[in-house]
């Protein structure tokens, strides 16, 4: 795997779906699944991201006035923008996760490979 290809969610699947007669017999199901969340985190993050860049700028409009409705109006717009911050944070965590478990499959289908490779040179008549 080259560097520009680290951290690069789609990257990372097409590599491990070219690799798929090398997957780990155990892991295919899991492989299967994972590669279908791949393909879900930046549509959800996205939405995620409209969704706090709407409650910031709702936030942003606000001005103190001094007055009791305002700072609960505030506070309200603020838990809004924090609630938006949480979804982002733990969908982001989502993806690293993934993208983690498929870099290690990744590399286990890399080594399978690579061993098949070797073993066939081993049997060459040469």
């Known amino acids: ?42 549509a959800r993050q996205a939405e995620a991201m409209e969704a706090h860049r709407a409650a910031a700028d709702v936030l942003a409009q606000l001005h103190p006035d001094g007055t009791r409705q305002g700072q609960g109006r505030w506070r309200e717009e603020q838990a809004g923008v924090t609630r938006t911050r ?23 289908a890399r080594r399978r490979h690579f061993e098949g490779a070797v073993a066939l040179e081993g049997t060459s008549d040469c």
């Open 1 to 42: 795997m080259t560097c520009a290809a680290v951290g690069d969610m789609g990257e990372v699947a097409r590599r491990v779906r070219a690799l798929e007669k090398h997957w780990r017999p155990e892991q295919v199901d899991n492989l299967r699944k994972l590669l279908e969340e791949a393909n879900g985190p930046h």
């Open 86 to 108: 949480s979804v982002l944070v733990g969908l982001r965590a989502e993806e690293a996760a993934l993208l983690s478990a498929l870099e290690v499959e990744l590399w286990w």
